[in-house]
Nanobody, 123 residues
Framework: QVRLVESGGGLVQAGGSLRLSCAAS????????MGWFRQAPGKEREFVAT????????YYAESVKGRFTISRDNAKNTVYLQMNSLEPDDTGIYYC????????????????WGQGTQVTVSS
C-alpha cells in the first residue's frame, strides 16, 4: 500500500514556473514506477510524465516535452514535476500515481493515486 500526497500547485501567469512534489508513504517507494497525470475540466485524465525506479528513464507527453521535467528522490520518498514555460492549456488538477512493473502512459495501469493539486495558468 502506498499513500501519495501532492503539493506545490497554484496560480501562475503564462510563461511562469511551478514545481510539484508528491510525497509517498511506505518503505518501498523505490520499487514503484511513478507518474504524473492531469485533468482539465470536462476532459479525461491524461498522461504527463513517468519515471522509472532509479530515475534513469523518463517519458513525457509531447505537449510538455522540453518544458516539464520529472525527477525522484528515493531517499526522500518523493517525486517531482518541474514545470517551466507554463501555458493556459496546462491548467488542471495534477495527480501523481504509482504502479509496479513496467512504465506506462495509461492511467488505468496505475494502482495508487494522490488527491491532486490544482494548477491554474492565466493568460
Amino acid at each position: 500500500q502506498v499513500r501519495l500526497v501532492e503539493s506545490g500547485g497554484g496560480l501562475v501567469q503564462a510563461g511562469g514556473s511551478l514545481r510539484l512534489s508528491c510525497a509517498a508513504s511506505g518503505r518501498t517507494f523505490s520499487s514503484y514506477i511513478m507518474g504524473w497525470f492531469r485533468q482539465a475540466p470536462g476532459k479525461e485524465r491524461e498522461f504527463v510524465a513517468t519515471i522509472g525506479y532509479t530515475g534513469a528513464r523518463t517519458y513525457y507527453a509531447e505537449s510538455v516535452k522540453g518544458r516539464f521535467t520529472i525527477s525522484r528522490d528515493n531517499a526522500k520518498n518523493t517525486v517531482y514535476l518541474q514545470m517551466n514555460s507554463l501555458e493556459p492549456d496546462d491548467t488542471g488538477i495534477y495527480y501523481c500515481a504509482a504502479k509496479s512493473g513496467l512504465t506506462s502512459q495509461s492511467p488505468a495501469d496505475y494502482d495508487y493515486w494522490g488527491q491532486g493539486t490544482q494548477v491554474t495558468v492565466s493568460s
